[in-house]
């Protein structure tokens, strides 16, 4: 199994990023996808998440109405446009995948994990 985070960079306030994380090893479509994220000296928390089966997301209050969560099951790919980046997202940012059908944000629900990629949103 392996999840492959990339898009993270240096952006400015204001600004935009696409991260992408490619899965493989397991039957990606029935896999609850989801994002979280962790800055420095903070616990790990969660993002965004798409369920397989409803197709609903969910979103962290912090970033509704600006981050966007979709997935490509014909590419085993889940995406999280990131829009009116703040300096406050500036983290780690990971994905992970789930077998449970749901918006669930427990990390504990979660099976697999990226490695990560780092966000800094910096002027």
């Known amino acids: 199994v392996q999840l492959q985070a990339s898009g993270g960079g240096l952006v400015q306030p204001g600004g935009s990023l696409r991260l992408s994380c490619a899965a493989s090893?397991?039957?990606?479509?029935?896999?609850?996808m989801a994002w979280f994220r962790q800055a420095a000296g903070k616990a790990r928390e969660f993002v965004a998440v798409?369920?397989?089966?409803?197709?609903?997301?969910a979103y962290a209050d912090s970033v509704k109405g600006r981050f966007t969560i979709s997935r490509d099951n014909a590419e085993n790919t889940v995406y999280l446009q990131m829009d009116s980046l703040k300096p406050e997202d500036t983290a780690i940012y990971y994905c992970?995948?789930?077998?449970?059908?749901?918006?669930?944000?427990?990390?504990?629900?979660?099976?697999?994990w990226g490695r990560g990629t780092l966000v800094t949103v910096s002027s």
């Open positions: 090893g397991f039957t990606f479509s029935i896999y609850t």
């Open positions: 992970a995948a789930s077998p449970y059908h749901s918006t669930r944000r427990d990390t504990n629900y979660y099976d697999y």
């Open positions: 798409s369920d397989y089966r409803t197709r609903k997301t």
